[in-house]
């Protein structure tokens, strides 16, 4: 059973541009979840995901976006980036009718430096 | 404001010995309140959970405490092996509507030194 994937691992962009980052859940979950955590810091939630529709959202502004498609996966994007979007970027996956509090399961990240 | 504090920031220590972590929070409605560890690089992996009616929660040699009257958390490493270096991170989630919130501490740094 393959755990949360994320890709790519690594990206470089410059100032100004647009970027992709995707990831896939583990299997048997619906909820996708979206972090930032910038260097020696801790995870800054973004968003969730559920039923292809955000359901909640961190202090990000609006080049910050998501999907989540039918097969539950999602993308992050993120337009006109900024030196300051450098960062990890984390993806997590849950059940949402799961009892056991939602644990959420991290992928390993996508490295994002912005140039 | 849904606030989580770690201290200490980082911590170094000897292959073999105990150490203690600490976590502050004001987390309102309080729901759980978990302790990760990642690895550098990598994404989080939970330890321990804990929710309004547990005190303590062991996995392996870690132990976690909770008390909920002063809203702090401990989690005790023991005999520490080269392998704990890690960061370690506490989250408490609140509850919001059908979804989990959580807030992440910045985290304590750990090296465990042969």
């Known amino acids: 059973d393959a755990g949360v994937t994320q890709s790519p691992t690594h990206l470089i962009k410059t100032r100004g541009q647009q970027v992709t980052l995707r990831c896939s859940p583990k299997s048997g979950h619906d909820t996708v979840s979206w972090y930032q955590q910038a260097l020696g810091q801790g995870p800054q939630f973004i968003f969730q995901y559920y039923e292809e529709e955000e359901r909640q959202r961190g202090n990000f502004p609006d080049r910050f976006s998501g999907h989540q498609f039918p097969n539950y996966s999602s993308e992050l994007n993120v337009n006109a980036l900024l030196l300051g979007d450098s960062a990890l970027y984390l993806c997590a996956s849950s059940f949402r009718g799961s009892t056991s509090y939602n644990e959420q399961f991290f992928g390993p990240g996508t490295r994002l430096t912005v140039l | 404001k849904n606030q989580v504090e770690q201290s200490p920031q980082s911590l170094i220590i000897l292959e073999g010995k105990n150490c203690t972590l600490q976590?502050?929070?004001?987390?309102?409605?309080?729901?759980?309140l978990r302790w990760y560890k990642q690895d550098t690089g990598r994404g989080p992996v939970s330890l321990t959970i804990?929710?309004?009616?547990?005190n303590t929660k062991s996995n392996g040699r870690y132990t976690a405490t909770l008390d909920a009257d002063t809203k702090q958390s401990s989690l005790h490493i023991t005999a520490s092996q080269l392998s704990d270096s890690a960061s370690y991170i506490c989250v408490v989630s609140a509850r919001t509507g059908g979804s989990y919130i959580p807030t992440f501490g910045r985290g304590t740094s750990l090296i465990v030194h042969p």
């Open positions: 804990m929710t309004f009616s547990e």
């Open positions: 976590c502050n929070y004001t987390v309102s409605p309080f729901s759980n």
